[in-house]
């Protein structure tokens, strides 16, 4: 494993809103809780930080709000994809402007491109911009999805240096690491399955529950990574509800609202994402007391 930087825990960051606007104190006040809880990086503009709903201006000023307040302390991967090639160069070359040390570039949504598309959005960004990439796979959302075989092949240019796996199939997980070679990058997407992405040889995740609970997230996967399952499995037991209970509605709004209710930021999100519903906050709550963040 050439690149220890990106590994362990790295948070997808929600971007805290006030009136309307993105809550720039709030937004460097839940980074310094996540370095001080001990996560390995960090990752704004991602999914959780409702990149759909952004402008390019505030899209920009979030990664940078993030690498400035970062310090250097911990990697930040910038969340930097777009169904347009072009616009996502666009990103990634921001990105690598202000200090970030890699981009996170999802498969094109919408578009549905081919696995030689895939393979040419890929390859434009390598050709363009001298910046790690790593691969978003989810095809939950984007209705596409990258074969082991093309990522194999994007794994042999310079600057594609990994993924984020957000299929939820656990077996794939061996068979890339089989295809893609020992230096490529493998981080879940995938809370719940967090547990066993590790024991297929993934490298940690990028993770939305380490929004609500860093400390115990980054305690996760410190034990993974130092091969101590047993523990490992009993966080796993104390945080599984928390994984799942942030999705019991449309995220980030269950997410936002467990930080309204630990008094860090509001829960406003952006339509089209409404507040989390009474039945996603009980379920928060409920999921909160389990694994000891709330009495």
């Not at 937004?27 to 402008?55: D, K, M, N, W």
């Not at 794994?155 to 984020?164: D, T």
């Not at 115990?216 to 509800?241: H, V």
Request: glycine share 8%; proline share 5%.
């Amino acid at each position: 494993m050439s690149d220890p930087l990106f590994r362990g825990v790295l948070p997808a960051l929600v971007t805290p809103f006030r009136d309307g606007a993105v809550d720039e104190d709030a937004f460097v006040a839940l980074v310094e809780r996540q370095i001080a809880g001990g996560v390995h990086g960090l990752v704004p503009v991602g999914t959780t930080g409702e990149t759909a709903t952004l402008s390019h201006e505030e899209h920009r000023r979030v990664v940078e709000l993030c690498v400035q307040t970062a310090k250097g302390r911990v990697p930040v991967v910038a969340g930097a994809g777009s169904n347009s090639t072009a616009e996502a160069i666009e990103l990634v070359q921001h990105a690598k402007q202000i200090g970030a040390d890699a981009a996170l570039v999802v498969t094109p949504y919408y578009n549905r491109p081919s696995q030689e598309g895939l393979y040419a959005h890929y390859k434009a960004i390598n050709d363009a911009v001298q910046l790690p990439v790593l691969v978003y796979n989810v095809p939950a959302r984007t209705s596409v999805d990258i074969s082991n075989a093309t990522l194999a092949r994007l794994a042999k240019l310079p600057n594609i240096i990994g993924i984020k796996d957000a299929t939820g199939d656990l077996p794939r997980a061996s068979l890339q690491r089989l295809e893609c070679g020992e230096d490529w990058v493998m981080l879940s997407g995938n809370d719940d399955g967090g547990l066993g992405y590790m024991a297929h040889g993934g490298h940690g995740a990028i993770s939305v529950t380490c929004n609500v609970a860093p400390e115990l997230c980054a305690q996760f996967y410190n034990d993974c990574m130092a091969g101590d399952y047993a523990a490992a499995l009993q966080l796993q037991d104390r945080l599984i509800r928390l994984h799942k209970a942030l999705f019991a509605d449309a995220s980030p709004s269950p997410t936002k609202f467990a930080l309204a209710h630990l008094g860090l930021c509001r829960e406003d999100a952006r339509l089209p994402i409404t507040p989390a519903s009474e039945a996603a906050r009980a379920e928060v709550l409920a999921a909160l007391r389990e694994a000891g963040i709330v009495n």
